[in-house]
Antibody
Framework: QVQLQESGPGLVKPSETLSLTCSVSGASISSLIYYWGWIRQPPGKGLEWIGSIHYSGSTYYNPSLKSRVTISADTSKNHFSLNVSSVTAADTAVYYC??????????????????WGQGTLVTVSS | NFMLTQPHSVSESPGKTVTISCTRSSGSIASNYVQWYQQRPGSSPTTVIYEDNQRPSGVPDRFSGSIDSSSNSASLTISGLKTEDEADYYCQSYDSSNQVFGGGTKLTVL
C-alpha cells in the first residue's frame, strides 16, 4: 500500500521560503509511470495544484506559482520536496503531497492524483 | 487555460439520488479525463471516480461518473444517499501541462 507523509515547519515568516518534504513508502519514486506532486488548500477554500515532478527530473508547475516554486526529488531517500519562496499570508494552507497517475488512453490524456498524504498545515505569520 | 465550475452546494435526503455537475469553460470536456474526489471534514481527499467513470476498488457502486459533450460538462451521481456521503466533492482535469480543480461542492445529506 502506497503511503505519503508530509513533513516540515508548521510556521514560516513572511518573505521567507517554505520547505516541505514528502516521504514515500510502499512504492519507489523512481517509477517510470508516475509523477509526484504537491497540492494545497487554504483554510476553508478549495484545492490548488502546485506542481509535479518525475524522478527523471521533468517538472511542471502551476503558471500562477511557477516563479516561486521548486520541486525536487531524491531517489536515494525515496522522497521529494517543495520550496515556495517569498511567502505571504496567502500561502497559508494545508499542503498535500500526492502520487500523480499519468498516461495516454484512447488518445486522451489522463493525469490524476492518488493517493494523497494526510496533509500538513503551514501558517505564514511573523 | 480553462476553468471547471461546480455548484457551491447541494442537499438531498438519505436514500435519494443527487447529481453534481462540473462544467468546463473552454475546450472540450472530452479532451482529457475527468476525476472526482471526496473530502470529508478534517480528512485528505480520496478518489471516488477516475477516467470519467471508473470507480477505485472500495468505492461503492452508488457512485457513478459521466461526461456530456453537448453541455461540455461532467457529472458525479450518488444514489441511495447515506449520511456518510456528506462531504465536499471536487472535479479535476488536465490540459496543456496544467491541472485544474473545480471549486468544490458541499453535499449535505439531510
Amino acid at each position: 500500500q502506497v503511503q505519503l507523509q508530509e513533513s516540515g515547519p508548521g510556521l514560516v515568516k513572511p518573505s521567507e521560503t517554505l520547505s516541505l518534504t514528502c516521504s514515500v513508502s510502499g512504492a519507489s519514486i523512481s517509477s517510470l509511470i508516475y509523477y509526484w506532486g504537491w497540492i494545497r488548500q487554504p483554510p476553508g477554500k478549495g484545492l490548488e495544484w502546485i506542481g509535479s515532478i518525475h524522478y527523471s527530473g521533468s517538472t511542471y508547475y502551476n503558471p500562477s506559482l511557477k516563479s516561486r516554486v521548486t520541486i525536487s526529488a531524491d531517489t536515494s531517500k525515496n522522497h521529494f520536496s517543495l520550496n515556495v519562496s517569498s511567502v505571504t499570508a496567502a500561502d497559508t494552507a494545508v499542503y498535500y503531497c500526492v502520487r500523480v497517475v499519468v498516461g495516454l488512453k484512447w488518445l486522451r490524456l489522463l493525469n490524476w492524483f492518488d493517493p494523497w498524504g494526510q496533509g500538513t498545515l503551514v501558517t505564514v505569520s511573523s | 487555460n480553462f476553468m471547471l465550475t461546480q455548484p457551491h452546494s447541494v442537499s438531498e435526503s438519505p436514500g435519494k439520488t443527487v447529481t453534481i455537475s462540473c462544467t468546463r469553460s473552454s475546450g472540450s470536456i472530452a479532451s482529457n479525463y475527468v476525476q472526482w474526489y471526496q473530502q470529508r471534514p478534517g480528512s485528505s481527499p480520496t478518489t471516488v471516480i477516475y477516467e470519467d467513470n471508473q470507480r477505485p476498488s472500495g468505492v461503492p457502486d452508488r457512485f457513478s461518473g459521466s461526461i456530456d459533450s453537448s453541455s461540455n460538462s461532467a457529472s458525479l451521481t450518488i444514489s441511495g444517499l447515506k449520511t456518510e456521503d456528506e462531504a465536499d466533492y471536487y472535479c479535476q482535469s488536465y490540459d496543456s501541462s496544467n491541472q485544474v480543480f473545480g471549486g468544490g461542492t458541499k453535499l449535505t445529506v439531510l
